[in-house]
Nanobody
Framework: QVHLVESGGGLVQAGGSLRLSCVASGSIASINGMRWYRQAPGKERELVASIVSGGGIAIYADSVKGRFTISRDNAKDTVYLQMNSLQPGDTAVYYC???????????????WGQGTQVTVSS
């Protein structure tokens, strides 16, 4: 059994910052890519940022480039999303995603967290 648990969401004023964390736990052998997605009311889920297993390469949605930074701590099976200069348009539920392999399996699978709400007031 694998769980991804996000934390760090909340209410912040425009221009403020938040740091999201996502911890993966369970029978994990290795973690490949980790990502953050978000879904605003009435909109489809969109990719915000992605980072490879070694942490050296990250990609971002155009809407967050220069404001958000994704990072990971492989020793802690944790991915972070530092969000600066937040705007009301960033309001959404933020979801953590990981592609990982569990012990005893030769294949990797996709896992999702339950989401954390981020609300940015103007």
């Amino acid at each position: 059994q694998v769980h991804l648990v996000e934390s760090g969401g909340g209410l912040v004023q425009a221009g403020g910052s938040l740091r999201l964390s996502c911890v993966a736990s369970g029978s994990i052998a290795s973690i490949n890519g980790m990502r953050w997605y978000r879904q605003a009311p009435g909109k489809e889920r969109e990719l915000v940022a992605s980072i490879v297993s070694g942490g050296g390469i990250a990609i971002y949605a155009d809407s967050v480039k220069g404001r958000f930074t994704i990072s990971r701590d492989n020793a802690k099976d944790t991915v972070y999303l530092q969000m600066n200069s937040l705007q009301p348009g960033d309001t959404a539920v933020y979801y953590c995603y990981a592609n990982l392999r569990t012990w005893g399996s030769s294949l990797s699978s996709d896992y999702w967290g339950q989401g954390t709400q981020v609300t940015v007031s103007s």
